[in-house]
Every structure is written in structure tokens, then in C-alpha cells.
């Protein structure tokens, strides 16, 4: 372990001294090297706190480009405090900063040429040299405040740019060492009284000040409010002298933005640099992995990183110490928590399962946040940036809730949520159609939503509708919910089986009538599916793997579909989106045939190998799967990382077991990727996972034993887990085909469960 932190030391530019906490593993550029085109995450190098209400980034790209940070770019523009969890669902409530030499605010003109060669990233500290100017910048955060420190050279005109952005803003100079200002620049998703207020503090008065008024720079001018508002202030300096501000942001007022910026009051900012990485440090280590791999455990840090940035905080302190938040919903302030900036079709998979495992104490203060959204809007949310947006399909925070509170989350107001997730399966929102379940009527009357009534993805919206009714009567069974009141959940729960066709053993769209479409092409994507195609959408049967496989004939034909994903060429129908669109070509490009891992649909169906008995074929194609697809690099990922859930596939797959079905209490088995994780869990028990002999070759599970007991399942339970103790692996290069072959070692389905269905 002491040679992989001087190995990763070396790597990361810095002394061996330094390397001594998970955090030095972390490369945030992971997954920046992408573009409109191909995605190798899509994401950006987030200086932040984990799941903190605001983020700095670098920006490289123009004022409202969603791709605001990418590796191939040159220069930089500005530090930006970014809310953007997505660059296809944009920012909202930024603005840049950037330090110069003369007086420029143009964002081409100021735009400095920088070098990777001369950039450190980290999650708590980002450090750039601006060529154009000799100024070094550095920043590092808090929660809802930053500090930030630039090195200037000898100059009679060093400056500051602040940039408010367009479409709404304002900036005033209060006196020689504060400006304040407010932003209203978003995407959507916000009430029409929005703004982000933000407070500038100043160490070093400013001699000169400007107000820039829609492009003009106005000396002497101390205040402006109108389309583009920024000021370009500055001072005289000497070579080497640094200058810090701190920086702070509120969405409730300018008032509260000050209180906000207490958090780096009389704070320097080495202390504030060293306090966030002693923050980083605590959330990582909740997962201790030793390995002689030091690429594997960069790999491996760098997803835990990216799993504990969203959802985000969106809520304030007072001063009166009291939790308090501005609702994108209604416009007005509330008490209470709210989180935002995740999408639940892509998180309910893997990410909130990580969160109620690892942290159950951030899982338990996001499930009060969903008790408020519903309270101040009426509907629990899909995709949140800040409010309702309208992106993807499913009705999935039933399983977002259901799988908390199964889980053991408590202390938060649960027969709201359960009032929140019956409403939201009988209705849909009248402005966000994506909110609430759009054809709702259809599938309560029919079991599906048709093909041919003019919703699109009815397919996809079918499978995930169904396993949101599981969801929903498994809450409703540990509420101690009614028969007669559980009974339609209960029974739509086995919808799936409406949109599966015997002659193809595929999921097919059927229309009104209850005949099948036709013409069907099973490699067209989009259409009846959501960003996939049939081949990735049929294993969206996450509760029900058993009754799949009734569905298909038996477990020999389940197989051959399952091996068909990887033996078919990568071959598709993009004609539905008249362009091939990114997600497909990551698919194409891959070579793991149909398989499609850059996008959520199918990233649970390689465990499905472990309800047919063949757990190995499981093992095999995950270790493929993390192998290939996922590196340390700026082209880390093979697909969007979407809000921590690609990245919380891999922290699953690693420690061996994967949550295929939240709301269970299961997690099917894969293989161990490192010789030793410790789960440091909240409520103080130790789980140790040992893999012996485990290597690239070594990916299959020969032998397994929980607390010295030889284990012959295919699943572990929750419960289980979180007594600690310890699970032993002894690891082969060939695969064991009498392991995890019985009946009674393949886990949960629904309609096999003599307590569920009678």
C-alpha cells in the first residue's frame, strides 16, 4: 500500500508526503475530454464539497455552452460558480470571475491560454497559470462559499472581471473591497422571481472600478442592472503579491448571501484548502480499498468522487441557525433541507442505493427533501435542475423512496412520501410532462401505454411504470398499507408481461388494440424505447427476473438472449432520431456488440446471468465491462457519467455486488475487482472483503464464505451487510459452473416470492 501512495504521488505531480488519503487518487478531469458528439462522461472538474449547493469550475467554453469545461480547449475564461449537472440540461445561477492584467471584460478578448501541464485539479483545490496575463489563480470551497487566491505579476493594471452573465443580472461595487450581484441566467426548471445573489470580499482596496453595461465597460460607474451586468475593478501590483477574495452566493436574498459567506470569513485560504480535503478524505474513506493497481484505485476514487457530488444541497443556514431554502417550485422560502440536480431515471439504479448503504445519513436528508418538492409542488420530481425539467421517462422516485425507507432511513415524514408516490403514479404534471406518469390512463386501463396513441417510448415508460408499482406496494407492505389499498400495485406490478412478445421474446410496442406494432425492428432505437433499443430495454424487468424468464421459456433460451446482447455486431436503426446520436456511437465503438454500457438501460443485465445460474458468465462480463470501459483519464467513461450513476456502477461492481433491483434488500453478486475493501459503515460496523489470488486473469469466483460460512448464493442481503463481519473470495482464472447453480441460491423475484404473490 506505501509504494501505491509514492506511485500515485509521482503521478499527480506531487511530494510522497502529500499522497497520504484516498483524495490524492482522485483525477477530477475524468470524463472532460467529450463533446456534443461522444461523450466520455460529459462531465466537468467540480471544486466542491461533496453534495455542497455550489460548484466552481474552470471555463473554457462560452457563456452558456453546456460543454462549459473540456480537455482539448486552450484557454480559460473565468472561474465559474456552476450549478450544471448535466451539459444537456445546462446551467442555472452562474456567474465567472477572472483575474487580469488591463481592463477587458470580452470573454474572447480576456480568454487566457492555459496548459494542463501548469493546472492542478483537485476536489478541493483547482490551481491554473493564466499565460496571457503571469497570474497564477487558485480556488478552493465551502459548501455555499469559495475562497480564491491570484498571484499577479509587477503591473500598474492588474485586474478582476466579474462576469454576471446574460439573460438577467446585476452587479454593484459597494465600496473598494466588496461587490454584490445577482444572476438570473438558467435553463429552466425555475419560478419568475429566480436569482442566485452573490458578495464579492476583496483583501486588497480596489484604485480603479468599472460597471460593465451589456458589453460597455463604464469607468467610475458603480452599479448596473439590465441584460449582461459585470465590473472590471483592479489595483496596482508588484511581482508575486497575492490577493484573495471570498466569494459567497445565496438563492434566498443578498442578505442571506452574506450570511452565507461566514464560512470563509477570517478563514485563510490554506485553511480553507486544508479543511476541505479533510472533508474529502472522511466521505472517501468510508470505502478503504488496498490494491497494487494504483491506476485501479485512481479509477476507483475518482467514481466515488463523482458519486457523492449529486444530488445537491440547495438549502441555506439563517441566521438563526435554522435549515432554510428557497423553493424552485413555488418561489416562496421554506424551512427544511431540499436537494436538486439529479435525474431519477438515471440515479435510482445504482447511485441512491450507494448513498443509503455508504451514507445513510445524506440518504435520510434527501428523503426530507422529497417530503418538501411534494408539499411546494404537488408532485415528487423526475429530473430536478432546480425545479421540474422535462427530461426521460418512468415514474422512478417511488423507487427512490421505497428503497430508503425499506433500507432503514427513518426520521423524516414517510406518509407524505407515500401520499407523494401514489399521487404521482395517477397523474402527470400539467406543465412537465416527464413529472407524474404521462399516459397514465392508458396503462391503469389497458396494463401498457399503446404504441400508437401518440406518447412516445411507450415501451420504456410500460417496464418502468410496472417496477415503480412494485416499488410502491413493497413501501406500502412495510407501512402496513391495506390489502384493498395495495391492490392495484400489486397487480400492475406484472404489466411488463403486456409488451413482451413470445414470437421474438423481445419487448415489442403493442397498440391500442392489443395487436403488436409492425413493421419491428428490434435494433431501432428510440421509438417505443428511451435512448436504446429493444435488445437494451427487454431486461427492464428488475423485480420480476424469474417471471422473465417464464416469459422467454425457460432459463436455456434466457441465456442465449442474454449471450446474444454481446454476440450481435453493434449494428442499429437510428432513423427515429433521423441521426446517429452520441449514445449510440459509444455503443458502435465499444466493440462489446449490442451491449451499450455509456447509457443506463442495460448497465444491470449483465448480472441477470446470476437468476439463470450461471453466475460466472456475470462474473466474467463485469470484470470485461470495468477493464474496458473505465480509466483515470480525460476519456475515463464510455458514455455519460449522468450524475454519479455510471460511477456508482463501477463502486458497486468493485466491491463485488450490484443493486439490481432496489426496494429488495438485495444485491446480486459479481466479482471482487480488488484484493481488499473495508466498508467503513455509519453505524460503526466493519465489513471486510477479501479477494485472494484475485487478478486480471483470476475474475472468477471459485470459492466464497461470509464470516468463515461457505456461501453458495448469488445475492446478498442489506440486513446482512450492515452487521459488518467479513466476506472471503478465493479467486480463479477458470470459471466454477457448480457454484450458484440451485434454486434456492438465486435471488428475489416477485412473482416467485410465496410471501408476494399467493
Known amino acids: 500500500m506505501r509504494k501505491s501512495l509514492l506511485a500515485v504521488a509521482l503521478l499527480l505531480g506531487g511530494s510522497a508526503v502529500a499522497a497520504t488519503a484516498p483524495v490524492d487518487y482522485v483525477n477530477t478531469l475524468v470524463g472532460t475530454q467529450s463533446n456534443h458528439a461522444l461523450s466520455t462522461g460529459n462531465t466537468y472538474p467540480a471544486i466542491a464539497l461533496p453534495w455542497g449547493m455550489n460548484f466552481w469550475m474552470p471555463q473554457t467554453g462560452k457563456m452558456g455552452d453546456g460543454w462549459a469545461y473540456t480537455y482539448d480547449a486552450s484557454k480559460i475564461r473565468g472561474l465559474k460558480q456552476t450549478h450544471q449537472p448535466s451539459p444537456w440540461i445546462n446551467d442555472y445561477g452562474q456567474f465567472a470571475i477572472l483575474p487580469t492584467v488591463g481592463t477587458v471584460f470580452d470573454e474572447d478578448k480576456r480568454a487566457s491560454w492555459f496548459s494542463h501541464k501548469a493546472e492542478t485539479a483537485r476536489p478541493y483545490y483547482y490551481k491554473v497559470y493564466l499565460a496571457d496575463y503571469d497570474i497564477t489563480a487558485e480556488v478552493t470551497p465551502t459548501e455555499r462559499a469559495a475562497v480564491m487566491r491570484f498571484t499577479y505579476p509587477d503591473s500598474k493594471e492588474s485586474r478582476i472581471v466579474v462576469d454576471a452573465f446574460d439573460k438577467g443580472s446585476m452587479v454593484r461595487i459597494i465600496d473598494d473591497c466588496h461587490i454584490e450581484g445577482y444572476t438570473t441566467k438558467n435553463s429552466g426548471g425555475v419560478p419568475e422571481n429566480f436569482k442566485n445573489y452573490f458578495v464579492i470580499e476583496s483583501d486588497k482596496p480596489f484604485t480603479f472600478l468599472s460597471t460593465v453595461a451589456d458589453g460597455k465597460i463604464q469607468a ?42 461566514k464560512e470563509v470569513s477570517n478563514r485563510s485560504f490554506d485553511t480553507v484548502c486544508n479543511d476541505g480535503r479533510q472533508r474529502w478524505n472522511t466521505i472517501l474513506s468510508r470505502l478503504e480499498v488496498e490494491d497494487n493497481n494504483v491506476d485501479h484505485l485512481r479509477t476507483f476514487y475518482s467514481c466515488l468522487y463523482r458519486s457523492v457530488l449529486f444530488p445537491r444541497m440547495f438549502h441555506e443556514v439563517n441566521k438563526a441557525g435554522e435549515i432554510v431554502h428557497y423553493s424552485p417550485f413555488d418561489g416562496q422560502v421554506h424551512s427544511g433541507r431540499l436537494f436538486t440536480d439529479t435525474g431519477f431515471w438515471d440515479t435510482f439504479r445504482s447511485l441512491f442505493p450507494l448513498l ?66 401514489k399521487h404521482g ?11 407524474g406518469r404521462l399516459g397514465f ?32 406496494y413493497r413501501l406500502g407492505q412495510a407501512l402496513g398499507k391495506s390489502k384493498k389499498e395495495l391492490k392495484p400495485y400489486k397487480e400492475r406490478a406484472l404489466n411488463y408481461q403486456n409488451v413482451f412478445d413470445k414470437e421474438t421474446r423481445l419487448m415489442r410496442g403493442r397498440n391500442e388494440d392489443g395487436t403488436f406494432q409492425s413493421p419491428f425492428n428490434p435494433l431501432k ?31 436455456e433460451n434466457f441465456v442465449t438472449m442474454l449471450d446474444s446482447v454481446f454476440n450481435l455486431p453493434p449494428v442499429f436503426d437510428e432513423s427515429y432520431y433521423r441521426a446517429v446520436i452520441h449514445e449510440i456511437r459509444e455503443m458502435q465503438i465499444m466493440n462489446m456488440g449490442n451491449y451499450a454500457h455509456g447509457n443506463q438501460p442495460i448497465q444491470h443485465m449483465i448480472y441477470l446471468y446470476d437468476w439463470a445460474g450461471q453466475p460466472w458468465k456475470a462474473q466474467y462480463w463485469v470484470r470485461q465491462v470495468m477493464d474496458r470501459m473505465y480509466q483515470a ?7 455519460d457519467e449522468d450524475n454519479g450513476q455510471t460511477s456508482a ?17 438485495q444485491y446480486a453478486l459479481g466479482t471482487p475487482y480488488f484484493n481488499k475493501i473495508t466498508l467503513h459503515l455509519a453505524n460503526g460496523k466493519t465489513l471486510v ?32 451487510l450492515l452487521k459488518g463481519g467479513r466476506i472471503d473470495y478465493r479467486m480463479s482464472s477458470k470459471p466454477n459452473q457448480q457454484r450458484g447453480t440451485n434454486e434456492n441460491s438465486l435471488p428475489y423475484s416477485f412473482s416467485n416470492n410465496s410471501l408476494i404473490v399467493k
Not at 403514479?425 to 413529472?435: D, I, L, M, R
Not at 432505437?525 to 422467454?552: C, K, Q
Not at 483470476?698 to 446478498?716: I, Q
Open 220 to 261: 467610475d460607474k458603480r452599479d448596473f442592472e439590465g441584460n449582461h451586468a459585470g465590473a472590471v475593478v483592479g489595483f496596482q501590483t508588484v511581482r508575486g503579491e497575492t490577493v484573495t477574495l471570498r466569494i459567497a452566493s445565496s438563492f434566498i436574498s443578498a442578505e442571506q448571501a452574506r450570511q452565507n459567506l
Open 356 to 421: 443509503n448503504l455508504v451514507y445513510p445519513e445524506m440518504s435520510q436528508q434527501m428523503q426530507e427533501g422529497l417530503v418538501n418538492t411534494y408539499k411546494e409542488s404537488g408532485f415528487l420530481p423526475e429530473w430536478a435542475s432546480p425545479g421540474h425539467r422535462g427530461c426521460m421517462v418512468g415514474n422512478n422516485s417511488a423507487a427512490v423512496v421505497a428503497d430508503a425507507y425499506l433500507k432503514g432511513m427513518r426520521g423524516y415524514d414517510v406518509e407524505t412520501l407515500w401520499q407523494a408516490v
Open 425 to 435: 403514479a395517477n397523474a402527470v404534471h400539467p406543465q412537465v410532462s416527464s413529472t
Open 441 to 472: 390512463e392508458y396503462y391503469n386501463r389497458l396494463g401498457y401505454v399503446p404504441y400508437n396513441v401518440g406518447i412516445k417510448e411507450n415501451v420504456a415508460r410500460t417496464l418502468e411504470y410496472a417496477y415503480d408499482d412494485w416499488c410502491i
Open 525 to 555: 432505437w428510440g421509438d417505443a424505447f428511451t435512448e436504446g433499443n429493444s435488445w437494451h430495454y427487454t431486461w427492464s424487468v428488475f423485480h420480476d427476473p424469474a417471471g422473465l424468464i417464464r416469459l422467454m421459456g425457460g432459463k
Open 633 to 639: 483519464a480525460p476519456d475515463g467513461y464510455c458514455g
Open 649 to 665: 456502477w463501477y463502486v458497486f461492481s468493485a466491491l463485488g455486488f450490484y443493486p439490481v433491483c432496489p426496494g429488495s434488500g
Open 689 to 720: 472483503i477479501n479477494a485472494d489470488s484475485n487478478s486480471t486473469e483470476n475474475c472468477y469466483v471459485s470459492e466464497m464464505s461470509v464470516n468463515g460460512a461457505a456461501y453458495d448464493k448469488n445475492y446478498l442481503e442489506h440486513t446482512d
